[in-house]
């Protein structure tokens, strides 16, 4: 396969799906929709899930499983839920296959249909809550607070690698409360913890924010997220926190007797990331070269690519060198690997690392030894530096955590740039065709208005931030009165 | 719900579901032969799975992930495979949900029907080596070492918590070599990395051997598992390791090209633990009181109840010599928890964790603080002992040890006491069904046999032992020569 990358400019759709396939993140697979993560991708997802697991624990969460399937009753409980999600369902009908009696190799067995057909989850809701009604008596079992970690599956049309799969991996907690309050206060906690985790491991700036009724979780009294902007002026919806107030403990009867001994309702949350987040860092960093990676959650944070000429007493001073390199490195918590297979050349190595987004690489050539220094390469900004081999792993420790930081900085400074006030209509067209990003326009606070500018546009309103600043306005559409701007983008 | 447990004697079967259900590791699900996973036993689940994953990646494995579907054509394209597997399918017919026009609720929408069926994975070779046909070219792309952890389907008609679920979570292995001979080794090693693990972390001693050919995989050539032995009596596989052959590349094609470009099949193996473990371990360890954890996967290994009298001055003493004891034992890794919720009795708690299989319990009372010591209480025995406060913590660390090593000794003084030589037809049926265990007696070697004897007694040969001691006798059922004595045994 070639390593060639189309470049953003040229067609940015190709060169995220040449970084992902060429970068070994992902691959396609022979079902419709579903792809195959591979072991670099793999070990990114681990990372990022190993961070947030360790939030959500540090937050009082416990992780458990619950099946996979889910009864097909079950999910119309919830009017709105089953209207969200009945049109994308995979359903299991029968349980077992066998020979064609044709001799056509096996069929599916008609006599083993299900009295009730399973829909393979597509979020978790419905079965939690039925399993909670058994879990759930007193105010003393509450409030509780579980996590899980599964796949899921919804049949999308129109799919693409990491971004909208029809099978994906995520976490999905969900929580019970006693009160409304409580339920609120929880579902605002866990979206800060996502907010949390892009800005301080994927170096991804979001905004903070609330859905409108139009763009709700199929069952939510209200849908919190987090939005970032992609390099190509799109937003991404990258995490969703729920507040689904008692219409879940209602549609599968989960009441509670209260400290006074009086019956009500349990209050719940619920909320999830996906393997999209690996989609959104890719588009959010990455250059023409290939991966750019947030030293935080890269699988490997640094490389040592040694470059050998024939003397062997200097081959026998870099392995030296390395080798004690690597120690002190791994000692500090530094994901760090010596590359001194000889069945390939250093060039190549550069060009691989950079493709597969190593944060740091250093190179240890005969010459560069015996000046006492290495050639340090970061990834982010593809700066080399020559850096006296004395105090090496301490510079490379403190290399990450300004590439860290760096990626944020610039990620922060392009949303910024690219989030512009728009007052008129024309100035919208305008500002979304010619330049994308984040639109902040006033909207008169009517799904009616906000369909209509979808439809007109293809732009939604990602989110209205929290603590957002009040103003008097018009709205660009209709120009009735409104008290606050909305963030509007094209979106994936 | 009764914390009450039904005794081994009286009825082991119910013994077991009451300390799975009422220890809170998983409970029965709406959806038939599916469970939910509780907090505790998921913890228990995640420790394992964290041991067993850092083990595959320290023998050069990378973890993958591929997709939850099979095309139904896949599964056929290796004649044993789809012999095995067929007879137990969850079968997806459609992807989408319609409201039904004559208002009875959401049906199946008939014209959402695939136009091939997809099957739930009971097994990912198939998908697997599919998707290994675009990763292998050259023998510079072997060895490939991916293991997945994912969640499972084999539609079982009788069912037991964790023993025997229609869904179930569990790591498959599936590797791809140049040679017989490397595939192979990659086979036992992996088989020598489960037994490990059994022994040195779930204290279980497991019997390493080969399945019969009437025991086999569905596409292997040569099954490799361990046997553990269970308080009643009864064998329990625990884990298998699969040499595959040529077998999946030759039904997906799969051929790369050797160092001197000649065309060859690749060789394949593919491995796998469960979550049976956690039933194995709750069979092999626990007590009529309740669990009995190991120290190495106990999610919490230590936990500290104070017994609080009405003396403020000697709660602060407790509640301070208890922050410095939990904070002492923290810093070298132990797993533990001070319990100070006043809402319980300290009986109360006491009989919990017991129940849980918290391996040490440490009760603080003003009396003991008086007299500079604290009563400390070791799961597996019962013992208590009461043990200065001055030396606490190292006294904790050495129990913990010392309990991992002590449930491992009793564990594996009962199989051997459990593993009787037999040499007669009437001794076997008696030893069977009155002292149960593993029965090492002679077998002709034949299928048939081997059958018989199943039909006779529902005993089965568990494994021929590696390195078995080669010895001239004669076969239990027909009298026939064999050269080797085999295990028997009733199994789950």
């Known amino acids: 396969m070639s390593k060639e990358i189309t470049s953003r400019t040229?067609?940015?759709?190709?060169?995220?799906?040449?970084?992902?396939?060429?970068?070994?993140?992902?691959?396609?697979?022979?079902?419709?929709?579903?792809?195959?993560?591979?072991?670099?991708?793999?070990?990114?997802?681990?990372?990022?899930?190993?961070?947030?697991?360790?939030?959500?624990?540090?937050?009082?969460?416990?992780?458990?499983?619950?099946?996979?399937?889910i009864p097909k009753s079950f999910l119309s409980k919830e009017a709105a839920h089953v209207e969200g999600f009945a049109k994308e369902c995979a359903?299991?009908?029968?349980?077992?296959?066998?020979?064609?009696?044709?001799?056509?190799?096996?069929?599916?067995?008609?006599?083993?249909?299900?009295?009730?057909?399973?829909?393979?989850?597509?979020?978790?809701?419905?079965?939690?809550?039925?399993?909670?009604?058994?879990?759930?008596?007193?105010?003393?079992?509450?409030?509780?607070?579980?996590?899980?970690?599964?796949?899921?599956?919804r049949w999308e049309m129109r799919t693409r690698l990491f971004l909208r799969t029809t099978e994906f991996l995520w976490q999905e907690g969900h929580t019970a409360h006693a009160t409304r309050e409580e339920a609120i206060e929880e579902t605002q906690k866990m979206l800060e913890v996502y907010a949390t985790f892009a800005e301080e491991y994927m170096a991804l700036p979001v905004v903070r924010g609330v859905k409108t009724a139009n763009e709700r979780f199929a069952g939510a009294e209200d849908t919190y997220c987090i939005e970032a902007l992609m390099q190509d002026g799109?937003?991404?919806?990258?995490?969703?926190?729920?507040?689904?107030?008692?219409?879940?403990?209602?549609?599968?009867?989960?009441?509670?007797?209260?400290?006074?001994n009086k019956l009500d309702y349990v209050w719940a949350t619920s909320w999830g990331v996906s393997t999209r987040l690996v989609g959104a860092l890719v588009m959010a960093h990455s250059d023409d070269q290939g991966l750019v990676l947030p030293p935080r959650?890269?699988?490997?944070?640094?490389?040592?690519?040694?470059?050998?000429?024939?003397?062997?007493?200097?081959?026998?001073?870099?392995?030296?060198?390395?080798?004690?390199?690597?120690?002190?490195?791994?000692?500090?918590?530094?994901?760090?690997?010596?590359?001194?297979?000889?069945?390939?050349?250093?060039?190549?190595?550069?060009?691989?690392?950079?493709?597969?987004?190593?944060?740091?690489?250093i190179a240890l050539g005969p010459r560069d030894m015996e000046n006492n220094v290495a050639e340090v390469a970061r990834r982010d900004t593809k700066e080399k530096a020559s850096v006296s081999?004395?105090?090496?792993?301490?510079?490379?420790?403190?290399?990450?955590?300004?590439?860290?930081?760096?990626?944020?900085?610039?990620?922060?400074?392009?949303?910024?740039?690219?989030?512009?006030?728009?007052?008129?209509?024309?100035?919208?067209i305008r500002v979304l065709d010619e330049q994308a990003g984040f639109v902040a326009a006033h909207w008169d606070g009517t799904p009616a208005t906000e369909e209509k500018i979808k439809e007109l546009t293809k732009a939604t309103i990602r989110c209205i931030p929290l603590n957002n600043e009040q103003e008097e306005g018009k709205c660009i559409l209709t120009g009735n009165p409104s008290s606050q701007r909305v963030l509007f983008a094209r979106a994936y």
């Open 10 to 69: 040229a067609d940015y759709a190709q060169w995220y799906n040449d970084i992902v396939l060429k970068a070994g993140l992902a691959d396609y697979s022979a079902v419709k929709g579903c792809m195959v993560i591979k072991p670099h991708g793999y070990a990114l997802w681990e990372n990022m899930r190993d961070v947030l697991d360790k939030m959500f624990k540090d937050t009082g969460h416990q992780n458990a499983y619950f099946p996979l399937f």
């Open 91 to 153: 359903v299991v009908t029968h349980y077992r296959l066998k020979n064609d009696p044709n001799g056509g190799g096996v069929i599916v067995d008609p006599d083993a249909k299900l009295e009730e057909e399973l829909i393979v989850r597509p979020t978790s809701e419905t079965i939690i809550w039925n399993t909670y009604k058994d879990w759930i008596q007193s105010y003393r079992d509450l409030p509780l607070l579980i996590n899980q970690w599964a796949n899921v599956v």
């Open 234 to 260: 799109k937003a991404l919806q990258a995490g969703t926190s729920h507040f689904l107030g008692q219409n879940f403990a209602k549609a599968f009867d989960v009441q509670f007797r209260d400290k006074d």
């Open 297 to 361: 959650i890269a699988p490997l944070q640094v490389v040592v690519v040694p470059i050998f000429n024939k003397d062997v007493a200097a081959q026998e001073r870099i392995n030296n060198y390395a080798n004690e390199l690597i120690a002190t490195l791994k000692a500090q918590g530094v994901r760090v690997k010596y590359d001194n297979d000889d069945n390939a050349r250093p060039g190549w190595k550069f060009a691989e690392y950079e493709l597969k987004g190593v944060p740091v690489r």
């Open 389 to 428: 081999l004395d105090n090496l792993a301490a510079h490379v420790i403190d290399l990450l955590a300004d590439i860290q930081s760096n990626m944020f900085i610039k990620a922060t400074n392009f949303r910024n740039e690219n989030t512009r006030k728009v007052d008129t209509w024309d100035e919208f």
